[in-house]
């Protein structure tokens, strides 16, 4: 997006008609929503205003409300300089047409009454700036400020560990030796405590590296993570809490709990071994590409998985050779560089034709995967191209082309040799406006988008088939949008059914979502108006009014700092919610959870009321947790209402033991029948982790496949009376294609017949067939019925021929199911839920769609009674997942199996891999969801907390609305002011964010992510200097995980004639040219040079950006000595157009880089 707008904005500076201020300094800076051929209707304007010194005062959003009018800014600083406030955006009374206001704060109180529209830092009196405290918004958190404290650690606070290492393999082998305490003054020692008093402590040592970050549980109690390096510095042992306890632990003890890291002579890591998962073990090429990787199940087996790339280092195909020992397989690939080029004739298997070459590893048994790139491979499937003009590999008359970009891809299906293919069209600018997805069956799901100037969507139509036989579905969706691009109505329509409006928005003028009409064919005659309030941080607090439902069918409020039940719920400042209250119209009766939490937020127990009711409840469905130190649940006490009386009784209380994280029986206190079933049987693990039975439940096996995902589960031996199978086809990306439930079901008569069910998933398309007899899946059984397809407000009933709206709460868990039954409003289906998501039972219990089950988190209710998150299954009677997290390397103080860091109120694991809450990363200038990320003190190095949601306002004066429901509205130069949907696909982990698409605007195909470059004249740009780096600043925070070792970022150095060249990537990926292009940059400024993202991570393209870190900053002298030589200055030999960015933090040594020094 940025190569198409930032020339129309500088086109445009000619014709700007705003009445800017011409007495003052300012950048103007106007982008076309819309274009008429000769001119716009829509635009997006900021005006930025500096003072003497150059530094920004006031960032103007001209007529950026949803009124039209001016959006200010004002920033200020104080006598030494430093920005230390951040204040709210103040929507004006009008517009000045760009003009600058003398009170840009006179507004304020109409907006925000008389809270505390500014944030604050304060500062020490020193020249290292580094922050003391760091106070929100709000006048309610005046009080309640973020603490930074630096110190040393004293005499007998950290135990001193370190490695003797061998060489075994090929490998280095660190064995942890104990050198006692750490005498005092010895470590920096850095403290963060935040708005509810949780204390974390990271003690570094002088070459920087974490040595412990420490979560203060109490006055006697810590839970402290060590990290461990080798003689050469590579990070070689994790020590979690539960083992660091221990001190002296037995072999087992660390195989089930400590993370194990191993690298080879290169320094790329080879082996590392998760708590309780077998050894890891990877292989690389010669140009350090992850060539191959195999876990413990597949070494079982002798089997790897392997990549191959093409030319320009792209991934061309995946699958599954057959292979010897690592060192073995090692020795094979260690002097090639497996290039596989495009070939017309490739090579057949598994029922496909790859086109490229086998030249290298040719025994390969299972082909998983197939990506092309640039050019259309010809195949005779391939399906007719859009009717709007599109890109192919022949360049347009404005030469541009599908060079650089992805255009097909193949999935092979695990279980058998059917494929899914996926096609990818883009118009003339290189805007995604098509795909095409031919499905396993033969059938296809085909979209098209009409873009408008912006790339903001105007018209989607979605065609579908199951079958080439079958007669086509057509949806035809239409958006409408305000002036800024704002949602403001969204159409569906299916086949030649009336056209629904499925909502339509309203905004305050802050641009947070105050109105939503659900529902209806007339804009006057909506089915529900769904009201929504935030407090002074953006935190959503009311869906609906529940004290007052006014004829609605649900209402919802959350608390935070101003819980009603105080004696339960405690004030929470950080983020946390101390109390949700809910009414539906099915009872209209009040309920009320209210929480307390442990130190570091997990929670406590959630304590139900029914406050108002004629005889008031109290704790029906309450639930109360202990944890042991890594997270992991050792008590579970759980409430429920008694059938016959009405009343709270006591079902469960459940006592969990463990073999480190892994769960081996649970033994039930109760042994009430409307529990948990009870039992202690001991409960078995493949050597990946994964559970393999849950005899309590009557799960005798769990079949995994090569992802670690189900594809059986047996109950009873699937034997009459109670015995039943659940069956799963998935491809090879993870993505569930099929279930079959065969089941035994008994009549009034007791007699058992044998009942069978199979679900489709075919690109949301959801099919269910019902029958008797036994599954098979190679047989060819009568055609599955299409159920539902999803929509934004709930989805469309084929059978019923009827949209069904869904009411959700914050965590995207459905609520309430309503529709329109020809006469009024009909409520379908209420879900009230456990804090850890098990349904609440014994009131208001409506049958609901037999085919929709999807409830807690939005996600579907297996059969097995587990919850489907795509990655993992999780257990919600249990509060926990049954395999490891793939992710756990992003949360090492965390059980591999805990859920949501035991706080299900504010988290949820999107697939299965981890929780999320919006951070910023500094070095980056990327603004993304942080797996662990609950305040300041759990956000990760080079990461500034923004909370679950909030304003965030960048130094070119842009502000961007933080969602928590992780949606953002952005008034910005990149796209706008617009809320922009479907974003969930491109909610990218901390850790990975380096190299994946974070928040886009246009598309959601769009690979931009949110990000800024500071200014140096600013707060936050002073305080990115090594000294206050080395401290910790708030800047450099508290870093959970020092050095992400997944394989793509392995740590190496090499050297140059008399420079040295760090860098941490998948493969050198410069080339020679460049290396001393940035090298001669980096002499003329004598400072060195970081080339960070994609260029880094080989993942860049022909026209990809160059990012680079300069710590310290760059001034306008040194950058007139490099801007016109660095790579990413544009080219005079083929004109291509590129751009660059400068970042001026820290270089984050946990993602790929590479650091290139002056000679």
Request: proline share 4%; glycine share 10%.
């Amino acid at each position: 997006m940025k190569k198409l707008i930032i020339p129309i904005a500088f086109l445009m500076l000619g014709t700007v008609k705003a009445q800017v201020s011409n007495t003052e300094n300012y950048i103007q800076t106007k982008m076309y929503l819309d274009y008429n051929g000769s001119g716009a209707t829509k635009t997006s304007e900021t005006i930025q205003y500096f003072d003497g010194l150059g530094r920004p005062k006031q960032v103007i959003g001209v007529k950026a409300s949803p009124q039209g009018k001016d959006v200010v800014t004002h920033i200020e600083y104080d006598p030494f300089g430093r920005q230390v406030k951040d204040f709210l955006p103040i929507p004006q009374s009008g517009t000045q047409s760009g003009g600058i206001y003398t009170s840009p704060l006179g507004n304020a109180s109409s907006i925000y009454g008389g809270e505390k529209i500014y944030s604050e830092k304060a500062l020490e009196k020193s020249p290292l700036d580094r922050i003391q405290q760091q106070i929100q918004v709000g006048n309610d958190w005046t009080g309640k400020p973020v603490k930074f404290d630096y110190d040393a650690n004293i005499d007998g606070e950290v135990i001193k560990m370190f490695t003797t290492t061998t060489w075994e393999n090929g490998a280095t082998k660190s064995t942890i030796e104990y050198g006692g305490m750490y005498g005092a003054g010895q470590l920096y020692k850095n403290i963060i405590t935040d708005e509810d008093g949780n204390k974390t402590i990271e003690f570094k040592n002088g070459k920087g590296q974490v040595l412990v970050i420490r979560k203060v549980l109490s006055g006697t109690e810590n839970a402290d993570t060590y990290y461990v390096y080798n003689e050469y510095d590579q990070l070689a042992w994790i020590i979690p809490p539960m083992l660091s306890k221990k001190v002296h632990w037995q072999w087992d003890d660390q195989e089930a709990l400590a993370y194990q890291y191993r690298y080879d002579g290169r320094g790329r890591l080879v082996e590392k071994k998760l708590p309780g998962k077998g050894w890891e073990f990877m292989v690389y090429d010669k140009a350090d590409r992850l060539i191959m990787t195999q876990d413990a199940n597949m070494r079982e087996k002798n089997k790897w998985l392997i990549t191959k790339y093409e030319s320009l280092g792209r991934v061309a195909y995946t699958g599954i050779i057959g292979g010897g020992s690592r060192t073995s397989m090692q020795s094979q690939a260690e002097n090639l560089i497996i290039v596989e080029g495009r070939s017309g004739s490739g090579f057949t298997k598994n029922g496909m034709q790859i086109q490229y070459s086998n030249g290298y590893f040719v025994d390969i048994e299972t082909i998983l995967s197939i990506n092309y790139y640039d050019t259309y491979p010809n195949y005779d499937f391939n399906p007719s191209l859009p009717v709007e003009p599109i890109l192919t590999g022949s360049p347009s008359p404005e030469g541009r082309s599908t060079k650089g970009l992805p255009v097909m891809s193949f999935v092979k299906n695990i279980e058998d040799d059917s494929w899914t293919k996926n096609y990818t069209y883009y118009d003339l600018k290189g805007r995604v406006i098509g795909t095409h997805s031919i499905n396993h069956l033969g059938g296809y799901t085909r979209t098209e988008s009409k873009l408008d100037f912006a790339a903001v969507p105007q018209i989607v139509v979605t065609k579908h088939k199951r079958l080439t036989t079958d007669t086509e579905k057509v949806i035809t969706e239409t958006f409408t949008y305000d002036h800024q691009n704002r949602l403001l109505v969204h159409k569906h329509k299916i086949d030649s059914n009336p056209e629904e409006i499925l909502a339509q928005n309203d905004y305050n003028e802050l641009s947070q979502l105050t109105t939503k009409k659900v529902g209806g064919i007339s804009f006057g005659s909506p089915l529900q108006t769904i009201n929504y309030q935030y407090n002074i941080r953006g935190w959503m607090t009311q869906i609906n009014d529940p004290a007052n439902l006014n004829g609605k069918l649900f209402g919802y409020a959350m608390r935070y700092n101003n819980p009603i039940n105080t004696g339960y719920a405690p004030a929470q400042y950080n983020g946390n919610i101390s109390e949700i209250e809910w009414k539906t119209s099915n009872d209209n009766i009040l309920k009320r959870y209210s929480y307390s939490y442990y130190p570091h937020n997990k929670l406590m127990f959630g304590h139900y009321s029914e406050p108002f009711a004629t005889v008031p409840q109290s704790n029906l469905y309450g639930e109360y947790l202990e944890y042991d130190l890594n997270g992991n649940i050792t008590l579970l006490s759980r409430n429920g209402r008694n059938i016959s009386s009405g009343l709270a009784e006591h079902i469960d209380e459940l006592h969990y033991t463990y073999d480190g994280n892994k769960l081996l029986t649970i033994t039930d206190a109760k042994q009430n029948y409307s529990g948990y079933p009870g039992g202690g049987n001991i409960i078995g693990y493949d050597v990946n982790g994964n559970m393999i039975n849950h005899l309590d439940k009557g799960i005798d096996i769990i079949k995994y496949n090569f992802l670690n995902l189900p594809f059986s589960v047996t109950k009873n031996g699937n034997k009459s009376p109670f015995g039943s199978i659940s069956s799963y086809l998935y491809s090879a990306d993870g993505t569930k294609l099929k279930k079959g439930y065969s089941y035994y079901q008994r009549d009034w008569m007791g007699n058992t017949s044998l009942k069978q069910s199979v679900t489709e998933y075919l690109n949301g398309f959801q099919y269910v067939l019902d029958g008797s007899g036994i599954i098979c899946f190679d047989c060819a059984p009568p055609l599955p019925r299409l159920q539902f397809v999803p929509t934004s407000e709930g989805y469309f009933d084929f059978v019923k021929n009827k949209y069904i709206y869904n009411y959700t709460d914050h965590l995207g868990s459905i609520r309430l199911s309503y529709f329109h039954n020809g006469s009024g409003v009909e409520v379908l289906e209420e879900n009230n839920y456990y804090p850890f998501g098990l349904k609440h039972e014994g009131y208001n219990n409506l049958a609901g769609s037999r085919a929709y089950n999807y409830k807690y988190n939005g996600k579907e209710l297996q059969e097995t009674g587990m919850y489907d998150y795509g990655a993992r299954m999780y257990m919600a009677d249990l509060g926990r997942w049954g395999v490891v997290d793939p992710l756990s390397e992003t949360s090492r103080r965390w059980s591999t199996y805990a859920y949501a860091f035991n706080n299900p109120i504010r988290f949820i694991d999107p697939d299965g891999r981890q929780g999320t809450d919006w951070v910023h990363n500094r070095e980056t200038n990327q603004i993304y969801w942080n797996n662990d990320a609950t305040s300041q003190a759990t956000a990760g190095a080079n990461e500034t907390y923004l909370g679950k949601s909030g304003t965030y306002t960048t130094q070119d004066g842009s502000t961007t609305a933080l969602n928590s429901d992780r949606s953002y509205t952005n008034n910005s130069l990149l796209g706008g002011m617009g809320v922009m949907n479907n974003l969930d696909p491109l909610i990218q982990a901390g850790d990975s964010a380096s190299a994946m698409s974070v928040a886009a605007f246009g598309t959601p195909n769009d690979g931009s992510y949110i990000r800024e470059t500071p200014s140096l004249n600013t707060a936050e740009g002073a305080f990115a200097n090594p000294a206050s780096q080395l401290a910790s600043t708030m800047l450099t925070a508290m870093q959970e995980a020092p050095l992400a070792v997944a394989p793509e970022l392995i740590a190496a150095k090499f050297f140059r004639g008399a420079k040295t060249v760090e860098k941490v990537a998948e493969t050198s990926v410069l080339t020679a040219g460049e290396t001393l292009r940035i090298e001669n940059a980096a002499t003329r400024i004598n400072k060195p040079i970081t080339v960070v993202g994609s260029r880094a991570n080989g993942t860049a393209g022909a026209y990809s950006d160059w990012d680079y870190v300069i710590e310290g900053g760059l001034n306008s002298r040194n950058w007139s000595k490099i801007k016109n030589s660095i790579p990413g200055a544009k080219s005079t030999i083929d004109n291509t157009p590129r751009n660059i960015d400068i970042f001026t933090g820290s270089v984050n040594k946990s993602k790929p880089h590479i650091t290139i020094n002056p000679r």
